[in-house]
């Protein structure tokens, strides 16, 4: 396992962007890509798949990341690196599909809310227990104090959209199940970078499991549900960047996690996700949506639980 090293500003300003900005320009995609499949399944599939493509040709032309994945096969052969790190491609896909199939029914607003409270209370839980490559960081106030912010950050954030969409319980505990199992993706992502010695290699593993997967749920469904297997015709090109987003935010996750831990990455890129979402409401706004004072308050707050949890106590 490793320790935190000493960081700069630097760092945080990297994970505020490729970290958080990738998360909501992914979602922006994938919620249109989905719109014009009308599959959750499928429109998760060719995001994945894309992204696959993508981090194949990165790892194919990059020699380090060839290097990485031969490590990651020799530390699972020698059990250095446990087989289920593996898993976090999986919930990837997981995570992709709940999305495409729960803001259709409570709506973006309610779903942001349920992710951040399951990733942030499960980050403490995650680091606590030493699940990521880091060294155990027990729950302490400060720690607490700084992932309930975060949450009202969030709600703060969205307040005036709360109201839009179909709030079945259900669909909520599966946002707040979906964030949980993003906080369990991020450690096991950061422990297979660790042992590959290279982020790419990591993002590599786990785009290759969690498109495997998406494609065995997208056969399920077409061959035993009657789904219709199609491919969309018509709509936007930005809606196939999410494939591109998803290899920014896990090559970011992989390179952030082993230096700040599940709950500081997770703040960091919280803060960003929420900083995208203010830009991508200047710039390109969607129907119906205009900036205000709360999403502004939201962001803010954000920033300062990152100030919070990223604290540390002086050593005599």
Do not use: C, K
Not at 179 to 199: C, D, F, I, K, M
Not at 205 to 233: D, K, M, N, R, W
């Amino acid at each position: 396992m490793t320790t935190r090293r000493h960081l700069g500003f630097g760092t945080f300003v990297v994970i505020w962007i490729f970290g958080g900005f990738s998360v909501a320009i992914q979602a922006r995609a994938n919620g249109e890509l989905t719109h014009h499949t009308g599959n959750g399944v499928q429109a998760a599939l060719i995001s994945f798949g894309t992204g696959f493509l993508i981090i194949s040709v990165i790892t194919l032309v990059t020699p380090s990341a060839r290097r990485g994945v031969r490590r990651i096969g020799v530390s699972l052969r020698t059990r250095a690196l446990p087989w289920w790190a593996l898993l976090s491609g999986i919930l990837g896909g997981i995570f992709i599909a709940a999305q495409s199939f729960t803001v259709a029914l409570i709506g973006v607003a309610m779903f942001s809310v349920g992710i951040v409270a399951g990733q942030t209370l499960n980050s403490l839980v995650v680091d606590h227990y030493g699940l990521g490559p880091t060294a155990r960081q027990p729950i302490n106030p400060r720690r607490v104090f700084s992932s309930v912010l975060a949450i009202v950050a969030v709600v703060v954030a969205v307040s005036n959209r709360l109201g839009v969409g179909d709030a079945r319980y259900w669909a909520i505990l599966l946002a707040l199940v979906a964030g949980a199992a993003v906080a369990v993706q991020q450690a096991l992502n950061g422990r297979t970078s660790v042992a590959a010695q290279q982020p790419f290699a990591a993002t590599w593993v786990a785009f290759l499991v969690g498109t495997s997967t998406l494609i065995v749920g997208a056969a399920v469904g077409v061959v035993f549900l009657g789904a219709e297997a199609q491919l969309p015709t018509a709509g936007p090109w930005w809606m196939f960047v999410g494939g591109a987003m998803g290899v920014t935010f896990i090559v970011t996750a992989s390179w952030g996690v082993p230096r700040l831990g599940v709950l500081v990455f997770g703040l960091v890129s919280i803060a960003g996700q929420l900083s995208a979402g203010l830009v991508l409401d200047l710039l390109v706004p969607v129907t119906g949506t205009q900036v205000t004072t709360n999403l502004v308050v939201g962001v803010v707050m954000t920033l300062a639980a990152v100030a919070v949890g990223a604290l540390r106590r002086r050593t005599p």
